[in-house]
């Protein structure tokens, strides 16, 4: 019997865009050492954090040298216009606070259907959540949005 648990990459440093590429793409496709060339193309010379922390030009570049197109989705438009059914997935930063709220930092997790099963792919989550369906996923960012109206959400589909 077939394995039916999606691949779950689990966070380290801090990686999250490293490892929401790879979760997204239910595989590990990329390291660090792949995301830090991209990043090294996108801008030549500039400073890299070397404990990950990639943002979303390296990320969409990324996710597009594997054949997909990176979108952004208008958060100020409904849940119900978010297309999930015909994309890949979603890949979704939101603030975070750190080290005792004393600055804001941001963080990349991905969501995406796995065996006719929505699962929220969060590298910081023990284990891959699932959602009952397609909206309990918009309901979920609702919330998100309504509680952190900087998320950003970004959908994945097949390149034409």
């Given at each position: 019997?077939?394995?039916?648990?999606?691949?779950?990459?689990?966070?380290?440093?801090?990686?999250?865009?490293?490892?929401?590429?790879?979760?997204?793409?239910?595989?590990?496709?990329?390291?660090?050492a792949?995301?830090d060339?991209?990043?090294?193309?996108?801008?030549?010379?500039?400073?890299?954090?070397?404990?990950?922390?990639?943002?979303?030009?390296?990320?969409?570049?990324?996710?597009?040298?594997?054949?997909?197109?990176?979108?952004?989705?208008?958060?100020?438009?409904?849940?119900?216009?978010?297309?999930?059914?015909?994309?890949?997935?979603?890949?979704?930063?939101?603030p975070?606070?750190?080290?005792?709220?004393?600055?804001q930092?941001?963080?990349?997790?991905?969501?995406?259907?796995?065996?006719d099963?929505?699962?929220?792919?969060?590298?910081?989550?023990?284990?891959?959540?699932?959602?009952?369906?397609?909206?309990a996923?918009?309901?979920?960012?609702?919330?998100?949005?309504?509680?952190?109206?900087?998320?950003?959400?970004?959908?994945?589909?097949?390149?034409?």
């Open positions: 019997m077939a394995d039916d648990r999606p691949f779950h990459e689990r966070q380290q440093y801090m990686r999250c865009g490293l490892h929401a590429a790879n979760n997204l793409l239910q595989r590990r496709v990329f390291s660090s792949d995301l060339a991209v990043a090294a193309d996108i801008s030549p010379g500039s400073w890299r954090n070397p404990l990950g922390n990639y943002d979303v030009q390296v990320l969409s570049v990324a996710l597009q040298r594997q054949g997909f197109e990176v979108s952004y989705f208008d958060v100020r438009r409904p849940m119900e216009a978010l297309p999930l059914e015909t994309s890949v997935g979603l890949v979704c930063n939101v975070q606070s750190s080290l005792l709220g004393l600055w930092s941001r963080h990349w997790f991905t969501i995406r259907k796995v065996h099963t929505y699962y929220n792919l969060d590298s910081k989550l023990a284990t891959a959540l699932p959602f009952n369906d397609a909206a996923v918009r309901t979920y960012l609702a919330k998100s949005l309504a509680e952190q109206p900087t998320t950003t959400i970004l959908v994945v589909t097949q390149a034409s």
